[in-house]
């Protein structure tokens, strides 16, 4: 595996390489990155990993600076994953100019996360752009268990027509049910204690809706998560798939929720119908 600090180096390196799978990601791998890879490696001659922690991204920068860093423990798993190249750009090398502004969102942006963290997908699809305009890759693979990233993503590779292939993959989950986060690494072994019990309650709730779609269970998973040491739930809505529009219908949809277990905002997202 080639480690490529520099932009310019890169661009030499890789000119060549017509079918490049790009898996973008902020480090601290988790088995849903190895995913992602697998499904790279599978689909194209060659594969390119970035680790690139993207402070413009986070809404806070204590949260940026807890975010967990494993760079060793990453390129061990990158080298056995068998991946081609990694780009660990710095700051500076992503944004010479500073970020830009100028950046029109999708109408997408403006509910669930795009509500509660201003300007967190603006900087999102400021940095994916960045990479995919420097890698050139053939496909990039997202994981859905940041579906609206990946939607507004999506977006943004068909009003640019961007010669590039969004690869969709599934969440990889714990055995609780949840899915896999970076995040994590930073919980106590009393909040993942927690989250285990949250993740029952969630399940039973998403049983339940997948049976009768009935908003009364979402009133009663909120009182119910608020028993857990969960003091902010941002959204717990059902929205379907295509547009993301409220639902309560039986029609192609999820159940979205956002949720602070102690310091930490959990995300996740479950296919209802
Ligand atoms: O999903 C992530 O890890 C990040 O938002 C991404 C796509 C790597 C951009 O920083």
Do not use: W
């Not at 690139?52 to 940026?64: E, I, L, M, R, T």
């Not at 050139?136 to 579906?147: M, Q, R, S, T, Y």
């Amino acid at each position: 595996m080639k480690i490529i600090f520099n932009k310019h180096k890169l661009i030499k390196i890789i000119e060549k390489e017509k079918n490049l799978g790009f898996v973008p990601t902020m480090g601290s791998l988790h088995k849903g990155h190895s995913f992602l890879i697998k499904k790279s490696n599978s689909q194209c001659k060659k594969t390119i990993v970035s680790i690139f922690v993207n402070k413009p991204q986070f809404n806070k920068f204590a949260d940026f600076k807890k975010y967990p860093r494993t760079l060793s423990k990453d390129v061990k798993t990158l080298k056995k994953l068998k991946v081609d190249f990694l780009y660990l750009p710095s700051f500076k090398e992503i944004y010479p100019y500073g970020t830009n502004r100028k950046i029109k969102m999708h109408k997408f942006s403006k509910v669930l996360c795009g509500k509660f963290r201003p300007g967190h997908f603006k900087a999102v699809i400021d940095v994916v752009d960045r990479f995919i305009r420097i890698i050139n890759p053939k496909k990039i693979f997202l994981g859905e268990k940041d579906f609206q990233q990946l939607k507004l993503i999506k977006k943004v590779i068909k009003k640019n027509i961007l010669p590039i292939k969004l690869i969709s993959c599934p969440s990889i989950r714990l055995n609780n049910g949840m899915s896999m986060s970076s995040r994590y690494n930073n919980f106590s072994l009393k909040e993942k204690k927690i989250l285990d019990k949250i993740a029952i309650k969630i399940n039973s709730c998403v049983k339940e809706l997948r049976k009768n779609i009935n908003l009364s269970f979402l009133e009663k998973l909120n009182q119910e998560l608020r028993n857990y040491d969960v003091n902010k739930i941002d959204y717990l809505e059902i929205r379907e798939e295509e547009n993301l529009q409220l639902t309560e219908k039986k029609t192609k949809a999820r159940l979205f929720i956002a949720f602070y277990l102690g310091e930490i905002r959990i995300i996740d997202n479950f296919i209802l119908y």
